[in-house]
C-alpha cells in the first residue's frame, strides 16, 4: 500500500554531517505523516523524529535534540533527516516509517523501509 525507501547514509566521521532522504510511493494519502527510528547493534529500536504531512508540528527525541531536524517536501513525498554534530553512539541503521495513527498517546507506523546504515567514526 505504501512503499518507503530510505537513502543517505554512509561513513562520516564524529562531529561530520549527514542528510537522510525517505521518499514515498503509493497510498501515501492514507498516512498522515512520516516518523524516523533507529537501531542500534544489540539494542532496539528507538524513535528519533516525526512530521505531519500537514501543519508545523514535528517531534524529536532528547538524545538528539539540537543535532537532528526533521523536514518535507510534499510534492515529493519526501521526508528528511538532517543530522548534524554526529557522534559514534548514532550509529544505527536508520529507518523511516509512514504514521497511521496520528495519536499522541498511540501512534501507529503501519509501513516501513529498509533501512539505510550510519557508521560514525570516533
Known amino acids: 500500500q505504501v512503499q518507503l525507501v530510505e537513502s543517505g547514509g554512509g561513513l562520516v566521521q564524529a562531529g561530520g554531517s549527514l542528510r537522510l532522504s525517505c521518499a514515498a510511493s503509493?497510498?501515501?494519502?492514507?498516512?498522515?505523516?512520516m516518523g524516523w527510528f533507529r537501531q542500534a547493534p544489540g539494542k532496539e529500536r528507538e524513535f528519533v523524529a516525526a512530521?505531519?504531512?500537514?501543519?508545523?508540528?514535528?517531534y524529536i527525541t532528547d538524545s538528539v535534540k539540537g543535532r537532528f531536524t526533521i523536514s518535507r517536501d510534499n510534492a515529493r513525498n519526501t521526508v528528511y533527516l538532517q543530522m548534524n554534530s554526529l557522534k559514534p553512539e548514532d550509529t544505527a541503521v536508520y529507518y523511516c516509517?509512514?504514521?497511521?495513527?496520528?495519536?499522541?498517546?498511540?501512534?501507529?507506523?503501519?509501513?516501513w523501509g529498509q533501512g539505510t546504515q550510519v557508521t560514525v567514526a570516533s
Open positions: 516509517a509512514a504514521l497511521t495513527r496520528d495519536d499522541l498517546r498511540y501512534p501507529k507506523y503501519d509501513y
Open positions: 503509493g497510498r501515501t494519502f492514507s498516512t498522515y505523516g
Open positions: 512530521i505531519r504531512w500537514s501543519g508545523g508540528s514535528t
